[in-house]
């Protein structure tokens, strides 16, 4: 069989894919298409905010969809200084929380994407 070459321009480079199938330069649109949707998912991921408060709001924690701790507030009016192991629990649970809560974010964003990703060979 010969051998040939299709080049695939797109937004952020150049793509060239060597094949010895038509149906090969259908699967390398499709893999442009794919990641340019990853790249624009994780995007959005930035964007998100998760905000979870332990303490009855003694303690509010605000996590991003990409998993990265973004503010952390404590109202001191409702923490005992006294008592810095109790604030030390409200912290854990706000960051655990949180941090939960933003991998879910992420994989229900994410879930349409994966059942593509085996095309792409990752």
């Known amino acids: ?5 299709v ?3 797109y937004k952020s480079g150049i ?5 010895y199938r ?3 330069k259908f699967m390398a649109f499709d ?5 340019n ?9 930035k964007k ?14 605000q996590v991003t969809g990409e998993l990265k701790v973004k503010k952390i507030s404590i109202d001191p009016e409702q923490v005992d200084t006294d008592d810095i192991e ?9 960051l655990r929380d949180g941090l939960a809560k933003a991998q879910e974010v992420a994989a229900e964003k994410m879930k349409p994407l994966m059942g593509s990703l085996g095309n792409l060979g990752l």
Request: no cysteine.
């Open 1 to 5: 069989m010969k051998r040939s070459q």
């Open 7 to 9: 080049t695939i321009l």
């Open 15 to 19: 793509l060239v894919v060597n094949t």
């Open 22 to 24: 038509k149906g090969v």
């Open 31 to 35: 893999q442009v298409k794919m990641m």
């Open 37 to 45: 949707n990853l790249r624009k998912a994780q995007n959005e991921l």
């Open 48 to 61: 998100e905010i998760i905000e979870v408060e332990a303490g009855d709001g003694a303690v509010v924690v």
């Open 86 to 94: 109790q604030l030390e629990h409200w912290l854990e649970i706000a």
